[in-house]
């Protein structure tokens, strides 16, 4: 893409997105106040009002927060591994070897996420989510060469990231807004490399901000590159540049991207749009009533608390001074008194209350808290991850699908290319095979239990039946369900043996119970003739003893 067709297209995303913001404003004003107003022109901090107070109940706040951060631990826990990785083709799926090496890259490529700030950024990633309904994430590294040092993630805020869909709607272009000093230009770029003009903004006013798109955009004839080893910035499947918006004129050199560095994740999807919806969306009026109720509801216990004064026309006789001390003169006691207000504040409390109870609902926060007791048992946590696959399931399936999924299979390439990892094995060579992320994180492996506390179950009803029936234990295939329970169990492959390993032990024993069987039939055969031959000595020596 040349510099003028980027800023031709940023501006008609710029425009077509104007009507949303709106949206987004009330949203971050009312639910995530803390990210700063994003939607609000502004040229420098001098117009942020640090003292504001339009906010009067944090419960759609403190309700986001906890949908996010449930989120996090189900899926993507910083304390235990949350993915493994396992073979498309059912023929590499029993090789033993082939699954030990995708299980040694899988914990290489998981600890070089965990090496990075990823688990610092997306937890900024599910709050836009569960806010704006759309969020943006970003995997870089230091350079795209074999000498970078840590992946670096970052969660880019929505109010400066714009894109263009592809057919399964995921990022085909995207534009990044930037609004930088003259002087981190210059450090991005050089001063030699920058125009005239970033040295003379700097050089007369430093504070001035100016602003640049970055722009990810497919390279024409470029998308069937063989990204398995590094290529030259422009023989890559992805171009990138910077441009000023001023002039669309680009500074530095274009540069290249192995695959789409940018994920976004969308809580719900209307058919046609690229953006998303959350559950701020769906309770935003019932955010605003409770806000708005709250604040009259303030103003009402003012004046119970600092009630309003009453005098007559001709009682006062002095300004009426309400202070510490203060002294007002009157004609009589009965000609001022304090109005007393007949609010009613039950009526107040119980709308609030189901205002409250509404909001939380809608960030499901009702169902996804822990209950008041000390600890949960393993049950009741499975329930709860139940209960959460099944209000989430169309969120976590998107989340999967345009997020965790290409994030797993970027960072895997990018530790391939590196020769980060270890050498395939034959097989997996020759079959040219593909891999799927295999999610274990709490919210997985709670589902996943439930399967071994059936097959658990299973077998312990066949061998109580078995001692009546005994013939039933030829049904269950033993051997797959004890594969089947390491599998879900999350047991390495490494630690289970190969079938073939497995048919030859038993094999072994089998020859050697034979072996074994053979001698004590040997022996009991032997031990019979010899008491036979005894025996007949016995009765030869009798018979003789009686014919002297």
């Not at 420098?44 to 951060?69: G, N, P």
């Not at 510490?324 to 409390?349: C, M, N, P, Q």
């Not at 109870?357 to 822990?370: G, K, P, Y």
């Not at 895997?412 to 079959?431: E, G, H, M, S």
Request: proline share 4%; aromatic share 8%.
């Amino acid at each position: 893409m040349d510099t003028a067709e980027i800023k031709k297209r940023f501006h008609v995303l710029v425009e077509d997105r104007k009507t949303l913001e709106n949206t987004f404003q009330v949203i971050e004003k009312f639910v995530v106040p803390f990210r700063g107003e994003f939607f609000k022109p502004m040229s420098d901090e001098q117009e942020v009002d640090w003292r504001r107070r339009e906010l009067f109940d944090s419960t759609a706040i403190m309700a986001c927060q906890t949908l996010a951060s449930s989120m996090q631990g189900a899926l993507t826990s910083p304390s235990v591994k949350w993915f493994d990785l396992k073979f498309k083709q059912t023929e590499l799926q029993d090789n033993n070897e082939a699954n030990v090496w995708l299980e040694e890259c899988g914990d290489l490529v998981y600890e070089a996420i965990q090496d990075s700030d990823f688990n610092l950024e997306v937890s900024e990633f599910y709050l836009d989510m569960t806010s704006y309904g759309t969020s943006i994430i970003v995997e870089e590294v230091d350079d795209e060469d074999e000498n970078w040092e840590k992946i670096d993630f970052s969660a880019a805020p929505i109010v400066d990231v714009y894109f263009e869909m592809n057919s399964a709607g995921g990022v085909k272009v995207l534009y990044r807004r930037l609004q930088w000093l003259p002087l981190q230009i210059m450090d991005k770029f050089g001063e030699e490399n920058c125009p005239d003009w970033i040295i003379e903004a700097h050089n007369k006013a430093a504070t001035t901000k100016i602003e640049l798109v970055f722009c990810i955009y497919p390279n024409r004839g470029k998308e069937d590159a063989d990204t398995s080893k590094y290529l030259a910035p422009k023989e890559r499947p992805y171009g990138c540049k910077y441009i000023f918006v001023k002039d669309a004129k680009q500074i530095g050199t274009t540069g290249g991207k192995y695959e789409m560095p940018a994920f976004i994740a969308r809580w719900r999807k209307v058919a046609g749009s690229r953006w998303g919806h959350s559950p701020a969306f769906v309770c935003l009026s019932d955010i605003l009533t409770l806000n708005q109720l709250t604040e009259e509801t303030l103003e009402s216990l003012g004046k119970v608390v600092d009630p309003s004064t009453v005098v007559t026309e001709r009682g006062l006789l002095s300004d009426l001074d309400l202070g510490r001390g203060g002294l007002t003169v009157a004609k009589s006691k009965d000609d001022i008194w304090a109005y007393e207000s007949k609010a009613r504040f039950d009526v107040g409390e119980l709308k609030i209350d189901r205002l409250q109870s509404s909001i939380n609902q809608a960030f499901f926060v009702d169902q996804l808290q822990l209950k008041d007791s000390p600890a949960m048992t393993a049950t009741e946590a499975n329930i709860r991850y139940e209960l959460m696959q099944r209000l989430l399931g169309p969120t976590l399936g998107r989340l999967q699908h345009d997020f965790l999924d290409p994030m797993i299979s970027r960072t895997f390439n990018i530790l391939a290319r590196a020769k980060r990892l270890p050498p395939p094995p034959q097989a997996v060579t020759d079959l040219k095979a593909e891999y799927e992320a295999y999610y274990s994180g709490p919210l997985a492996r709670a589902q996943r239990m439930q399967i071994v506390e059936s097959i658990n179950q299973y077998v312990g009803n066949m061998a109580q039946i078995a001692e009546v029936f005994p013939q039933v234990l030829d049904i269950p295939d033993i051997d797959v369900m004890a594969r089947e329970v390491a599998k879900l169990s999350g047991i390495p492959t490494k630690m289970i043996k190969d079938q073939a390993k497995v048919d030859k032990g038993r094999k072994e024993k089998q020859e050697a119970q034979a072996k074994m069987a053979t001698a004590q039939q040997a022996e009991a055969e032997g031990n019979a003739l010899k008491s036979v031959g005894e025996g007949a000595q016995a009765m030869d020596a009798a018979s003789g003893g009686g014919a002297q």
